[in-house]
């Protein structure tokens, strides 16, 4: 259909809620099968290709969720990885820990593509708009959020975390999302999205259906609908009194 530019979900590889069954499948970053085939897709396909996540084992033993980013010849552009652990429990029952397996990354990243820059995200990292901001700063005009949100969470605040953040920031989301039963009985809420910079969704998929959704990405909207709306430019320091110093964890300076 055209795209130059293709996203897969938060873990690509595999959901494997088992940490020992985890530990056994997943290896470093130089012997991934997921990251190996990326690789070659995208130099077949002559497209930059965004490898939503998957697990890689790091030198250090320790687990990392992490995004690639491959260009159309074939070599690795950078990598992104998870800041915030999905570590909650919900009203259905289901618990989840994510810091029990992964370990959080320290970086948000930004770089361009054929002139556009792209600002890097994962899944739970959506509901920290901190990060979205401090990416849209670095000049991001273009924000990724492959994930892989639970039905339950997705049904409630899928559309409108999407549409904020892309609102907030005047930048276009791409979020490419795993929908359907998986085999340990999971459920997550697919509805794969891209949301232009006024906050329209301009591209969606069913919940637990197969697709692949397309969208023309026009930068001039991104600078359009910050001149409309210059949330980036009006924003302001401030404090907050409350009797003592706050304690802002991961705002931007």
Known sequence: QGATYVQTPEMTGALIRDKQA???AFTSEDKDVVVSTARKLAQE???FLHVGSTAILRADGKL???AFLFAPDGAMITNYD???MF???LDNGESWRESASYEPGTEGVVTEINGVKLGFAVCYDLRFPQLFRAEALAGAQVLSVPAAFTRQTGEAHWHVLLRARAIENGAYLIAAAQGGLHEDGRETYGHS???DP???IIAEAAHDEPAVIVAEIDPAQSAAARRKIP????ARDFTVNAGEAPRLRGAAS
């Open 22 to 24: 985890g530990a056994a």
């Open 45 to 47: 396909l002559g497209i």
């Open 64 to 66: 990392a969720n992490r």
């Open 82 to 84: 998870k800041i915030h």
């Open 87 to 89: 570590d909650v429990d």
């Open 193 to 195: 999205l891209i949301v």
């Open 198 to 200: 006024w906050g329209r």
């Open 231 to 234: 949330n980036l430019k009006n």
